[in-house]
């Protein structure tokens, strides 16, 4: 079996850590690096909870320190969602600082896309800070860049603006960047994430699925709370469920760009499936999930893990 190599830059983050949890010990997947990038909370909280994460999970996966901010704009933090440290809602063991690289998450991204001899698949599950600096510093690695796999930005309504995701309207212009750069990109924006919702049972499930498992469902009580009856909505994750079951969803191909200078609509992600705006396609749109597999296959996959 071909094992695709994988770097994972995020900003856990709750459901980025429910989404790193099914990705770490699948045999199709070798992760070379974990990146952190500052998000939904700051950039020493995402780095040393990737670390917890690292060590949780028994891995000895390098993590390296990414942007502590956007390219042009301030922070803006999802403390409401994640809670204050990012992982919320579970005590994790004091992580293993070993395993944090020396190197800054763009250099470490570089020497680990040139050193390999195979193309490397990117899975962004946070802002697009880092990715934006690494192609535009070191243009060479697009071609060593099999495919961005990112859950980001919306086909429909946003999140935090009406039209604009979390994770493209933290840093447009990086976001703006990525699409524009002629890597191949599978988009999963909200909408996918809205409807890949874990229920309230599932929850319990997973509960009964060992370690891996009590710690994300104790994750998902506190991210959630106040909406588990309506099912926890699985960001993240729908994009690790991509990159692992990918005929699982439904694609649609468009070209996508974002909105930078409106007041009203900066960071919403403009996805032209229809050719309106006459401009060649870039980006690989998921526009639907199949949701009782997805929930099904999601908990077996933490079922299996092991740590
Ligand atoms: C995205 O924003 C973050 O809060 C989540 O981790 C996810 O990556 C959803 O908009
Ligand atoms: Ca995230």
């Keep these: ?157 946003g999140n935090i603006g009406v039209y604009s995701e979390f994770n493209v309207n933290v840093d447009p212009e990086a976001a703006k960047i990525v699409f524009r750069s002629g890597i191949p990109i599978t988009m999963l924006g909200l909408d996918i994430g809205r409807k890949a919702r874990l229920t309230a049972g599932d929850l319990d499930e997973l509960d009964n699925c060992g370690k891996a498992g009590k710690m994300i469902s104790s994750l998902f009580r506190s991210y959630d709370g106040g909406n588990i009856e309506e099912g926890v909505k699985m960001y993240d994750p729908s994009a690790a469920m991509y990159l692992l079951e990918p005929e699982l969803f439904k694609v649609k191909e468009a070209y996508v760009d974002v909105e930078i200078c409106s007041p009203l609509t900066s960071g919403a992600t403009v996805v032209d499936f229809d050719g309106i705006l006459n401009k060649e396609k870039n980006t690989t749109v998921c526009i639907d999930v199949n949701v009782d597999k997805f929930r099904e296959n999601y908990i077996k996959r933490v079922r299996e893990i092991q740590c």
Aim: glycine share 8%; net charge negative.
């Design 1 to 157: 079996m071909r094992t695709r190599k994988l770097i994972i830059d995020t900003d856990p983050g709750i459901d980025d850590a429910a989404a790193i949890a099914i990705l770490l010990s699948d045999p199709s997947l070798d992760v070379k690096l974990i990146a952190s990038v500052s998000g939904n909370v700051g950039i020493e909280h995402t780095t040393n909870n990737a670390l917890k994460l690292m060590t949780f999970f028994n891995k000895d996966i390098p993590v390296a320190k990414g942007a502590a901010m956007p390219l042009m704009r301030g922070n803006i933090f999802a403390t409401n969602a994640h809670g204050k440290s990012g992982m919320g809602g579970f005590e994790f063991p004091e992580p293993n600082l070993e395993l944090l690289l020396k190197e800054n998450a763009v250099m470490s991204e570089y020497h680990t896309i040139m050193a390999l001899e195979e193309k490397v698949t990117i899975l962004t599950i946070g802002p697009l800070t880092n990715i934006a600096l690494l192609i535009s510093t070191f243009p060479e690695v697009k071609e060593k860049i099999e495919e961005i796999i990112m859950m980001g930005g919306s086909t429909e309504r």
